[in-house]
């Protein structure tokens, strides 16, 4: 039985004025008492734009290296290589041992024992630098091995499937190859090195895509992109070389071995990223990151703990009380992914759906896949919209702000590029951003066509599942809104690339109209947004509902941003627009009034559920709206709806249910999807459709949660909309205008309410439960 508490305005001005309790994030800390068997079984550790997976595996110790932006020839994303490390005499061996990732201090750490010796291994990542450090401490002498390893001491021909890891995907050329990394001792350290050569996968594609004429002003991300580092440490020097093979891989190894016995050992792995003219400024920034290093060794790692102790500060769900209960298995995943996620807080590249910087040796995910570990599926630079807006939304409520940067600055980059798309094959202005789209802002090369029609629009994706799927980059327009709206963020860096993707959409769909007949608009005045595509499910649309509830969305927040942000000729402009934008098709399924997907459409390609986006991520129908009953009629009736449901991978389900307030179906959904992954690391969930980890999966589940817990429409703020009373939790998480929510529920009741600022408190208007 359901029933709604509404709490008088008088109890929320007045009532639940407790102070709220300090989070314990430790709590949620990892620990591990035995040995990993392999890398699947590793534990994320990371910091900055930096990601390790750490394992110990028959007494060593090792972790790979994954950075923000370390795309080679063929815009693979790279690992940096992988570190070994052995203690003599060895605590690793047949002791006691404990694994343990630290949340409240972003690390991870390993104790061993053994007839005695006790030593104790901390891993961390300067969040404000590329640096790894190693710190070793023993209660007695140890001496200490550390081996920089790489398979890509040769060049490696790319088999077929081994394509879908960069941008050639299935279409891979004959002997298309990873080209090798130059490694070599420098001293007593150890340098490794990669430096694209010409051509790439960026030359391929623009000749292809029949651009060459703008060729010289395009971004090319992959041009001079130099990346690497240098693994160093006191009292170490150079020891050979060594080779081995691990798992299906060939490996060549570099060591590094202590001068002598002490109590403590120190390695750092200092890593660059840069698009340099020559090689020698490259090695100079890295020189110069090394210098760094040194000068702020006595600060960097109270800074970083600094730093991630303000991030749990900032926002957390905790669920349950019992670390046995699913609840609180829940809570403890849903912080897990979030620290996976604040790992690339600060990267050159928005963290990837499929893996993110955490993915290790392929056959873990899928056994026919036996390739190096750089192998993820998806691609390296290849962008999924659909599927990372999934991994950004959850940054509003948890109020990372700082962590969406990335994502923005991913598309002013390319900015230019899109909006040289649109005027090169159509003539027009605005930025043409496609489904499946490399980080230089084309289409990818397999996914554009290889066997496309001779006079087939060059424009155009010649590929069931994308022609005409242009609308995801309104969902981050939306979210770059969304920052000024909930954090008062200054976003005029942005409007350049919103204005500019609403002008394709307005100039785009007059100039296909024109096309067809002499008129550009419908006798309403309406946009015919033909052909079109509700997501990558409804092809050859017209009018998509999820375009119309993506354009009308977006128009109205630009249009609401403060004064300043717009000229009146601006403001002028995007309402005439507003006007033209054509109203959502309703249909009736089962008798009963449904949001339809489209007015028309001629297949079903894939398995998305469009109708349900007005009511996420657009907003205009949910929870405390208008004609809530046509949109809960469509969860309930829709054919397509009922069908698809689910909760793996990029499914939103859980989301649309929350925002519907169907609270049982909101918590089936999103704890299925939060609950343990079934690996070693909970929430390495996947692969789902893409990889594991899967982050788009996490991000679902993240956003479901959120959802459930607080709603906002305008200035109103709904508490537990979705929330079930017999689930106790404890949150704090942001709404717009600067405003944090921290609440606790507990045996059906809530025991505090904080509202800041204080004056935000009447904005509460109501407290919903089951």
Not at 1 to 13: E, G, N, R
Not at 51 to 76: M, R
Not at 616 to 626: A, L, T
Request: charged residues 25%; contains cysteine.
């Amino acid at each position: 039985m359901k029933y709604k508490i509404y709490l008088s305005l008088f109890l929320i001005v007045f009532g639940f004025r407790t102070n709220a309790q300090p989070v314990q994030i430790d709590q949620y800390n990892l620990v591990w008492t035995s040995q990993s068997r392999n890398s699947s079984e590793s534990m994320p550790c990371g910091g900055g734009d930096i990601g390790l997976n750490v394992w110990v595996e028959k007494g060593d110790v090792l972790f790979y290296v994954a950075k923000s932006g370390f795309f080679d020839e063929n815009n693979g994303l790279l690992k940096a290589g992988r570190i070994r490390l052995k203690l003599s005499p060895n605590p690793f061996e047949g002791g006691t041992f404990r694994q343990e990732l630290k949340l409240k201090d972003g690390l991870v750490q390993i104790d061993g024992s053994k007839d005695g010796l006790n030593a104790q291994i901390q891993i961390w990542v300067d969040v404000f630098r590329p640096v790894i450090h190693v710190e070793v401490v023993a209660n007695r002498k140890i001496t200490m091995e550390t081996g920089y390893e790489s398979w890509r001491y040769a060049d490696r021909e790319v088999r077929k499937l081994e394509g879908f890891a960069n941008s050639y995907k299935w279409a891979v050329p004959e002997g298309l190859k990873t080209l090798k990394d130059e490694i070599s001792f420098e001293n007593s350290s150890v340098l490794f090195i990669h430096r694209n050569q010409e051509p790439t996968i960026f030359d391929v594609t623009v000749s292809q895509q029949g651009i060459d004429e703008v060729k010289d002003q395009l971004f090319n991300p992959l041009k001079n992109l130099t990346f690497g580092g240098k693994m160093q440490g006191e009292n170490m020097v150079a020891s050979g070389n060594y080779e081995g093979k691990y798992l299906d891989t060939e490996y060549k190894g570099w060591l590094l071995k202590s001068k002598s016995a002490t109590q403590k050992h120190t390695i750092e792995i200092v890593l660059n990223g840069a698009r340099t003219e020559t090689l020698e400024i490259w090695k100079n920034q890295l020189q110069s990151v090394v210098v760094d290093n040194q000068k702020n060794k006595k600060t960097a790692r109270a800074k970083t703990q600094d730093w991630w102790k303000q991030y749990w500060d900032r926002s957390f769900v905790m669920i349950g009380n019992n670390p046995d209960s699913t609840d609180w298995k829940i809570g403890r995943n849903y912080q897990l992914f979030r620290y996976m996620l604040g790992c690339n807080a600060f990267g050159e590249y928005p963290t990837k759906f499929n893996g993110g910087l955490f993915t290790v040796d392929p056959v873990f995910t899928d056994a026919s896949r036996n390739y190096t570990p750089d192998f993820r599926n998806w691609g390296g630079g290849t962008f999924t919209a659909q599927n990372q807006r999934l991994v950004y939304f959850p940054m509003l409520k948890s109020g990372d702000f700082e962590l969406m940067k990335p994502q923005f600055d991913f598309y002013l980059r390319i900015l230019r590029n899109a909006e040289l798309r649109s005027e090169v094959y159509w003539g027009h202005k605005g930025a043409c951003f496609t489904e499946q789209m490399e980080n230089f802002g084309l289409p990818n090369r397999s996914e554009y066509g290889l066997n496309r029609p001779e006079k087939y629009d060059k424009g155009m994706e010649y590929n069931a599942w994308l022609e005409y799927q242009w609308d995801s980059s309104l969902e981050f327009c939306l979210m770059m809104l969304e920052t000024e709206r909930y954090a008062g963020k200054d976003i005029s860096e942005y409007l350049p690339f919103i204005e500019s993707c609403l002008t394709f959409f307005d100039e785009h769909y007059q100039y296909l109209a024109a096309q067809r007949g002499s008129k550009k608009l419908d006798c309403n005045g309406h946009l015919v947004l033909y052909p079109g595509s509700a997501c990558e499910t409804y092809k050859m649309a017209t009018n998509s509902t999820s375009t119309i509830a993506g354009l009308t969305t977006v128009l109205n927040r630009l249009l609401e941003l403060p004064s300043g942000y717009l000229k009146d000729m601006q403001k002028e402009k995007w309402q005439a627009m507003l006007n033209r934008i054509p109203p959502i098709t309703t249909r009736v399924c089962e008798g009963f009034t449904t949001i339809s997907p489209a007015k028309t459409w001629e297949r079903i390609n894939n398995v998305e559920v469009p109708q349900l986006y007005p009511v996420f991520p657009w907003g205009i129908y949910g929870f405390g709206k208008p004609d809530l009953d046509i949109a809960l009629n469509t969860w309930k009736y829709d054919p397509e709806a009922v069908k698809f449901r689910s909760h793996v991978g990029w499914k939103q389900d859980n989301i649309f249910a929350a925002r519907l307030g169907l609270t049982d179906e909101a918590e089936r959904l999103s704890f299925l999807k939060l609950k343990d992954s079934g690996r070693r690391f909970p929430a390495f969930w996947g692969p789902g459709f893409d990889w594991t980890p899967d982050h788009n999966w996490g991000g679902s589940g993240m956003i479901g949660i959120q959802e459930m817990l607080l709603q906002v429409d305008g200035d109103q703020i709904h508490l537990f909309p979705a929330w079930p009373a017999n689930r106790d939790v404890h949150f704090k998480l942001h709404a717009p205008k600067n405003t944090t929510i921290e609440a606790k529920l507990k045996d059906g009741k809530i025991e505090f309410i904080k509202v800041f600022p204080e004056e935000r408190r009447i904005d509460v208007v109501s407290v919903f439960q089951k």
